[in-house]
C-alpha cells in the first residue's frame, strides 16, 4: 500500500523510486544516515519518532490488533497474560508489551516468520503491522487465522490499544523541501 502511494507521489513530483527491502530493524539508521531517502511500510506516527527523524502527514489510519488462529477470543491485553506472542523487532509498541502480565514474547525480523511460528502453534498469537496481517489472511484462507482490533482502549497502553493510530513515511530531518513536497502531494490525494 505505501509503495503505491510512494509511486503516485514520486510521479507528481517527477521522481524515479528505487525500492531497497530491508528489515526493519536497519531502516531508520539508514534514513538518518542518508543511505535512503524515505522509509515506508506501514511506519506508525510516535512522538518519539518525531524526534529522529522527518515524518509525512498521515498516509492511512488503523488500530492495532492480534492474530491468532479462528476459533480463539482474542481482543484484550488480557488476552496475552501469559501467552507465548509474536511480534517484529524495533516495533514501537514493544515496551507496552513488555508491561503485559506473564507475557512470553519472541521477537522476530519479518512478520512472515512471525507468523510461520503461529502457524506451528510456537507461539499463540502475533502483534504485527494490521494492513500486513490483513493481506496475509486475505491471500491463504487456507491458514484459518483472523485479525481482531484491540476491544480496549487503555491509556495506559495506547501504542497497542490506542483508536485512530496513523501510519507515515519518514525522512532525514534535514530534507525539508522533500517532506513538504510529499505532504502537498499527500493532501492532494487525501482531498
Known amino acids: 500500500y505505501d509503495g503505491e502511494i510512494l509511486a503516485l507521489i514520486a510521479k507528481k513530483l517527477g521522481l524515479k523510486l528505487n525500492p531497497v527491502k530491508m528489515e526493519w530493524s536497519g531502516v531508520i539508521a539508514s534514513v538518518q544516515a542518508g543511505r535512503m531517502d524515505v522509509l515506508g511500510g506501514n511506519v506508525a506516527w510516535t512522538a518519539d519518532r518525531t524526534k529522529i527523524l522527518a515524518l509525512t ?3 492511512q ?3 492495532n490488533g492480534i492474530t491468532h488462529k479462528q476459533g480463539q477470543s482474542m481482543s484484550r491485553l488480557a488476552d496475552l497474560e501469559g501467552k507465548r506472542v509474536a511480534t517484529i523487532t524495533g516495533f514501537s509498541f514493544i ?9 512470553k514474547l519472541s521477537f522476530y ?3 512472515d ?3 510461520r511460528d503461529l502457524l506451528a502453534s510456537r507461539v499463540d498469537a502475533v502483534l504485527a ?5 490483513g493481506y496475509a489472511i486475505s491471500q491463504k484462507p487456507g491458514w484459518k487465522l483472523e485479525f481482531t482490533p484491540f476491544a480496549d482502549n487503555n491509556p495506559d497502553f495506547p501504542m497497542l490499544t490506542g483508536k485512530g493510530r496513523q501510519f507515515v513515511l519518514g525522512l532525514n530531518k534535514n530534507n525539508k523541501k522533500l517532506l513538504d513536497d ?3 502531494v499527500l493532501a492532494e490525494l487525501w482531498s
Not at 515496551?95 to 507475557?103: F, R, T, Y
Not at 503491522?129 to 496481517?133: A, L, T
Request: negative net charge.
Open 109 to 111: 525480523d519479518t512478520s
Open 182 to 184: 510529499m505532504n502537498a
Open 95 to 103: 515496551p507496552e508489551l513488555q508491561k503485559i502480565k506473564d507475557i
Open 113 to 115: 516468520a512471525a507468523l
Open 61 to 63: 489510519y488503523f488500530a
Open 129 to 133: 503491522d494490521p494492513p500486513v496481517m
Open 57 to 59: 502527514d498521515p498516509t
